[in-house]
């Protein structure tokens, strides 16, 4: 037998250091194992647990059904308890406006479902994941089964709404005692008595008939209660006039409503309702001449998987059927009008987001931008009208407006609320359906509404009537201007960028196009031809040029000049009573990095799918994005401030105005988790800061004009005068310029670059605008192999002559009158205008390519008429 070689003490030390080394080594990647079991263990639990949502409640009307009125000395407002609708007298004139489409709930024209919504003051449509809509309006989900409340609080009333497919509920005992229902017996006649019990079905569990018997485990499952004593249980399939007489019985026999939710808490069958239930309080209020309408977003509740997308406050207040005569006008361009009836039914309803789009939500494809910078509507009926001017929450509502004959007999224009918008969320090949996501909670905000009142038909006595609200909301910024003389805005092309080969290497460097001391030149000429009201707006003179970097930091361009350069030019201007306005990019960041302080993942926006929000151009052929051109990124909410203080602070320094080339333009939420800025609090950002600047005495230049930032900007440039002119849009009227003009200088988009200069100056002497130009100073063949193709047209040698006719002419016949107040606007024919100032001025207008001869009024064709 063999002996094994005994194991020597060093041998042993050494394997067990080797076991103990070898222990060591793994506890650390045992340590990550345990943890990462621990988070997976965690996780699934966590998703596991789905926390339990408090039901929503249905409300009751328990009014005496008496009308609900409000009324003051130019108003009488009188709510109908019965369908929560109402109507609004003009005392002035005797008009009477209603909620809803008058005999709408018989419209022939329409379905079931159009018919409920002609009838109702409010729609809520909520969504899913898969981004299917359901809308449910007042009337059908909410006033037919009378789950809404109706509380009057001193001066205004407030309508709660419960909107879902509820039955409506009666207070009868769905489970009640033996001993209970005897004694509430007792006290009915013995035909009531017997009446009432038929309606129920005695359980004693001890003693079940044999078909109970064998549904025995469901019957306590059911009813808990039964295991303790007999019970009598409501029978089902009652029809509500059956519990309505019931209900009337036990309240005469003293059944309470406490009694009767402590019933309810005996029932178990009654199983959730999984159709969404919502809740929306509505609340009006008398101010003044004008109807005040708001719901609190706190007001709004429902289940969290079904998320309230839109709103629709009032969709058809106002609106007209094929028996009326009148027409709605819409935010577009200036304003335009759709004619009631105008039998336009192929065309697709007039939609248009205010404010333009919101930048941080994501979009696949652009076929067209809509924008509408007015926050106002209306209707007129020719004898009267009114305007729905959109305040608190106005940055998210959209303008829809359609005719008969579509889907129903009546002419509506309304404002949809998109008050938790979403995003459609890419699962790449995880998931078969799209999927979209959702802005998580509501802001602590309100939706407001202000209706307007006017004794009269027209859309001049409509604007009149704006123009009013506008002074009175504004005072001290929208006030009257001393204008002399035409006010024009010229844009000066500083520089942009262009790649040039440095040894061989492709690299982008500013192309000057007018330098600071051509610019200077360029004033001088301009005033030396006789323009005395000028404004210059100087873009691309910093940071690259005109597709400016990052405003972290900012630095003039070596290219055209040094900054002893731009700051002669701006005492040249001072000396010479030029407005010289430096413009700046703050919402979005171009072509910057780490060196030019911009860090993507920090100061760049949130899309809602919580990725950058980087954005592209879009092509005009397959609307898809350009991603073969740079990306840009949408600037974090906090960010956009502290660029435009960066750019008003670095303005000041040369003594000029700023010009904002997005703020009062763009507008866009943040939807950064950390700091959610939604884009009504983005607006109110903006406006601070925009007043701000205007207290410090610093002139303003922004473009467009949206109407939050209208009041505060000295000139505004840019402003689509007529929109888009959509073919369901009868004609276009200038209620915007006749709502401002006297108060804020505006001008139309440049002359010689907008691609037809006839119609631009037509235009402008239509709406009452200044005149625009875009000029440099460097041959346009300099811009070629670049993407400034929109810059060709601005060579100031190739146009300086026609610039000074046109001013000439314009100036002399029209510049007395930009101090002056529009006084009246008529469209004559389908290509003859005519505009009326304060004193008596007319500014014929014909678009048309023939004379147009009316009396001693000759206007030649393609031309201008002024008649003092």
Same mark, same amino acid.
């Given at each position: 037998?063999?002996?094994?070689?005994p194991?020597?003490?060093?041998?042993?030390?050494?394997?067990?250091?080797?076991?103990?080394?070898?222990?060591?080594?793994?506890?650390?990647?045992?340590?990550?194992?345990?943890?990462?079991?621990?988070?997976?263990?965690?996780?699934?639990?966590?998703?596991?647990?789905?926390?339990?949502?408090?039901?929503?409640?249905?409300?009751?009307?328990?009014?005496?059904? #008496? !009308?609900? %009125?409000?009324?003051?000395?130019?108003?009488?407002?009188? *709510?109908?308890?019965? &369908?929560?609708?109402?109507? @609004? +007298?003009?005392?002035?004139s005797?008009?009477?406006?209603?909620?809803?489409?008058?005999?709408?709930?018989?419209?022939?024209?329409?379905?079931?479902?159009?018919?409920?919504?002609?009838?109702?003051?409010?729609?809520?449509?909520?969504?899913?994941?898969?981004?299917?809509?359901?809308?449910?309006?007042?009337?059908?989900?909410?006033?037919?089964?009378?789950?809404?409340?109706?509380?009057?609080?001193?001066?205004?009333?407030?309508?709660?709404?419960?909107?879902?497919?509820?039955? #409506? !509920?009666? %207070?009868?005992?769905p489970?009640?005692?033996?001993?209970? *229902?005897?004694?509430? &017996?007792?006290t009915?006649? @013995? +035909?009531?008595?017997?009446?009432?019990?038929?309606?129920?079905?005695?359980y004693?569990i001890?003693?079940?008939?044999?078909?109970?018997?064998?549904?025995?485990?469901?019957?306590?499952?059911?009813?808990?209660?039964?295991?303790?004593?007999?019970?009598?249980?409501?029978?089902d399939?009652?029809?509500?006039?059956?519990?309505?007489?019931?209900?009337?019985?036990?309240?005469?026999?003293?059944?309470?409503?406490?009694?009767?939710?402590?019933?309810?808490?005996l029932?178990?069958?009654?199983?959730?309702?999984?159709?969404?239930?919502?809740?929306?309080?509505?609340?009006?209020?008398?101010?003044?001449?004008?109807?005040?309408?708001?719901?609190?977003?706190?007001?709004?509740?429902?289940?969290?998987?079904?998320?309230?997308?839109?709103?629709?406050?009032?969709?058809?207040?106002?609106?007209?059927?094929t028996?009326?005569?009148?027409?709605?006008?819409?935010?577009?361009?200036?304003?335009?009008?759709?004619?009631?009836?105008?039998?336009r039914?192929?065309?697709?309803?007039?939609?248009?987001?205010?404010y333009g789009?919101?930048?941080?939500?994501?979009?696949?494809?652009?076929?067209?931008?809509?924008?509408?910078?007015?926050?106002?509507?209306?209707?007129?009926?020719?004898?009267?009208?009114?305007?729905?001017?959109?305040?608190?929450?106005?940055?998210?509502?959209?303008?829809?407006?359609?005719?008969?004959?579509?889907?129903?007999?009546?002419?509506?224009?309304?404002?949809?609320?998109?008050?938790?918008?979403?995003e459609?969320?890419?699962?790449?090949?995880?998931?078969?359906?799209?999927m979209?996501?959702?802005?998580?909670?509501?802001?602590?905000?309100?939706?407001?509404?202000?209706?307007?009142?006017?004794?009269?038909?027209?859309?001049?006595?409509?604007?009149?009537?704006?123009?009013s609200?506008?002074?009175?909301?504004?005072?001290?910024?929208?006030?009257?201007?001393?204008?002399?003389?035409?006010?024009?805005?010229?844009?000066?092309?500083?520089?942009?960028?262009?790649?040039?080969?440095?040894?061989?290497?492709?690299?982008?460097?500013?192309?000057?196009?007018?330098?600071?001391?051509?610019?200077?030149?360029?004033?001088?000429?301009?005033t030396?031809g006789?323009?005395?009201?000028?404004?210059?707006?100087?873009?691309?003179?910093?940071?690259?040029g005109?597709?400016?970097?990052?405003?972290?930091?900012i630095?003039?361009?070596?290219?055209?000049?040094?900054?002893?350069?731009?700051?002669?030019?701006?005492?040249?201007?001072?000396?010479?009573?030029?407005?010289?306005?430096?413009?700046?990019?703050?919402?979005?960041?171009?072509?910057?990095?780490?060196?030019?302080?911009?860090?993507s993942?920090?100061?760049?926006?949130?899309?809602?799918?919580?990725?950058?929000?980087?954005?592209?151009?879009?092509?005009?052929?397959?609307?898809s994005?350009?991603?073969?051109?740079?990306?840009?990124?949408?600037?974090?909410?906090?960010?956009?401030?502290?660029?435009?203080?960066?750019?008003?602070?670095?303005?000041?320094?040369?003594?000029?105005?700023?010009?904002?080339?997005?703020?009062?333009?763009?507008?866009?939420?943040?939807?950064?988790?950390?700091?959610?800025?939604?884009?009504?609090?983005?607006?109110?950002?903006?406006?601070?800061?925009?007043?701000?600047?205007?207290?410090?005495?610093?002139k303003?230049?922004?473009?467009?004009?949206?109407?939050?930032?209208?009041?505060?900007?000295?000139?505004?440039?840019?402003?689509?005068?007529?929109?888009?002119?959509?073919?369901?849009?009868?004609?276009?009227?200038?209620?915007?310029?006749?709502?401002?003009?006297?108060?804020v200088?505006?001008?139309?988009?440049?002359?010689?670059?907008?691609?037809?200069e006839?119609?631009?100056?037509?235009?402008?002497?239509?709406?009452?605008?200044?005149?625009?130009?875009?000029?440099m100073?460097?041959?346009?063949?300099?811009?070629?192999?670049t993407?400034?193709t929109?810059?060709?047209?601005?060579?100031?040698?190739?146009?300086?002559?026609?610039?000074f006719?046109?001013?000439?002419?314009?100036?002399?016949?029209l510049?007395?009158?930009?101090?002056?107040?529009?006084?009246?606007?008529?469209?004559?024919?389908d290509?003859?205008?005519?505009?009326?100032?304060?004193?008596?001025t007319?500014?014929?207008?014909?678009?048309?390519?023939?004379?147009?001869?009316?009396?001693?009024?000759?206007?030649?064709?393609?031309?201008?008429?002024?008649?003092?």
């Amino acid at each position: 037998m063999s002996r094994l070689n005994p194991i020597s003490e060093e041998r042993k030390r050494e394997i067990k250091n080797a076991v103990i080394k070898e222990l060591k080594s793994l506890i650390f990647p045992t340590i990550v194992l345990l943890l990462i079991a621990g988070v997976v263990f965690f996780v699934m639990t966590y998703q596991k647990i789905k926390v339990e949502e408090e039901p929503i409640q249905p409300e009751a009307y328990d009014g005496d059904g #008496k !009308e609900v %009125v409000l009324e003051n000395d130019s108003l009488k407002f009188v *709510l109908d308890p019965a &369908t929560t609708n109402f109507t @609004v +007298t003009v005392k002035s004139s005797g008009k009477v406006w209603s909620s809803y489409a008058v005999g709408g709930i018989d419209d022939s024209a329409a379905i079931n479902e159009e018919k409920n919504k002609l009838n109702s003051s409010f729609i809520l449509t909520y969504g899913t994941d898969a981004g299917l809509d359901t809308s449910y309006d007042s009337y059908y989900f909410s006033s037919l089964n009378q789950i809404f409340n109706i509380v009057t609080e001193g001066d205004s009333v407030r309508v709660d709404y419960s909107l879902g497919k509820v039955a #409506k !509920e009666f %207070v009868i005992p769905p489970v009640i005692s033996v001993e209970r *229902l005897t004694e509430l &017996t007792s006290t009915m006649s @013995v +035909t009531d008595s017997e009446n009432v019990k038929q309606f129920y079905k005695k359980y004693d569990i001890n003693n079940l008939s044999k078909k109970d018997a064998k549904n025995k485990d469901e019957l306590i499952a059911n009813y808990p209660i039964l295991e303790t004593q007999p019970m009598y249980i409501l029978r089902d399939g009652l029809k509500d006039t059956a519990k309505k007489s019931l209900e009337k019985q036990f309240e005469a026999a003293g059944y309470t409503y406490e009694e009767y939710l402590a019933d309810k808490e005996l029932n178990m069958k009654e199983a959730s309702n999984d159709n969404p239930v919502f809740k929306a309080s509505v609340i009006y209020k008398l101010d003044g001449d004008d109807l005040l309408v708001e719901v609190p977003m706190s007001s709004l509740e429902g289940k969290e998987e079904y998320p309230i997308y839109t709103i629709n406050i009032l969709p058809y207040f106002g609106s007209g059927s094929t028996s009326d005569e009148g027409y709605m006008l819409v935010p577009e361009g200036g304003g335009s009008i759709i004619n009631f009836n105008n039998g336009r039914t192929s065309q697709s309803v007039y939609y248009a987001n205010l404010y333009g789009w919101d930048m941080a939500l994501e979009r696949e494809a652009v076929v067209h931008n809509t924008l509408a910078s007015m926050n106002v509507y209306g209707i007129s009926d020719y004898k009267d009208s009114f305007i729905c001017i959109l305040e608190d929450g106005s940055s998210y509502a959209s303008i829809q407006a359609d005719i008969s004959g579509k889907t129903s007999s009546y002419n509506y224009v309304t404002a949809v609320y998109s008050i938790k918008p979403r995003e459609k969320y890419d699962l790449g090949s995880a998931a078969n359906t799209d999927m979209y996501v959702y802005l998580p909670e509501l802001p602590d905000e309100s939706i407001v509404k202000r209706y307007s009142f006017i004794d009269s038909g027209s859309y001049v006595d409509m604007a009149k009537d704006y123009r009013s609200y506008l002074i009175d909301k504004y005072p001290g910024y929208f006030t009257e201007n001393d204008d002399a003389s035409t006010p024009v805005a010229v844009e000066v092309v500083g520089a942009v960028d262009k790649v040039k080969q440095i040894m061989g290497i492709p690299v982008s460097r500013p192309l000057a196009l007018t330098t600071y001391d051509e610019a200077s030149e360029l004033i001088t000429e301009l005033t030396d031809g006789g323009i005395d009201n000028l404004s210059v707006k100087y873009t691309g003179w910093c940071n690259g040029g005109v597709r400016q970097k990052y405003l972290k930091h900012i630095h003039t361009i070596g290219a055209l000049g040094s900054k002893r350069d731009l700051k002669d030019l701006s005492a040249l201007a001072a000396n010479l009573g030029v407005d010289l306005y430096l413009d700046g990019i703050t919402e979005y960041e171009f072509e910057s990095n780490i060196f030019h302080g911009f860090f993507s993942y920090r100061d760049a926006a949130k899309f809602l799918s919580r990725k950058r929000a980087e954005l592209y151009e879009y092509s005009a052929v397959t609307y898809s994005a350009r991603e073969g051109l740079d990306s840009y990124f949408l600037l974090h909410g906090d960010t956009i401030i502290k660029m435009a203080e960066n750019l008003v602070e670095e303005t000041k320094d040369y003594n000029t105005g700023v010009s904002f080339q997005d703020i009062g333009h763009d507008l866009s939420s943040d939807f950064y988790r950390k700091d959610y800025t939604s884009r009504d609090e983005a607006m109110n950002m903006q406006v601070d800061l925009l007043k701000r600047v205007k207290d410090s005495g610093q002139k303003i230049m922004i473009n467009d004009g949206n109407a939050y930032a209208l009041p505060y900007a000295d000139m505004i440039t840019n402003m689509d005068l007529r929109g888009s002119e959509y073919t369901i849009i009868d004609y276009c009227v200038p209620f915007y310029q006749i709502a401002v003009h006297g108060y804020v200088d505006y001008t139309g988009f440049p002359i010689n670059t907008c691609g037809n200069e006839e119609e631009a100056v037509l235009y402008a002497a239509e709406y009452g605008a200044g005149l625009s130009f875009s000029l440099m100073k460097e041959s346009p063949f300099t811009l070629q192999k670049t993407l400034y193709t929109e810059y060709y047209a601005s060579d100031y040698s190739a146009w300086s002559d026609e610039l000074f006719a046109i001013y000439q002419r314009y100036d002399s016949e029209l510049g007395h009158t930009f101090n002056q107040t529009i006084e009246d606007h008529r469209i004559i024919t389908d290509d003859v205008s005519v505009t009326t100032y304060e004193d008596g001025t007319k500014v014929y207008v014909n678009y048309g390519f023939g004379e147009y001869s009316d009396g001693g009024v000759k206007v030649p064709a393609r031309d201008y008429l002024v008649v003092r």
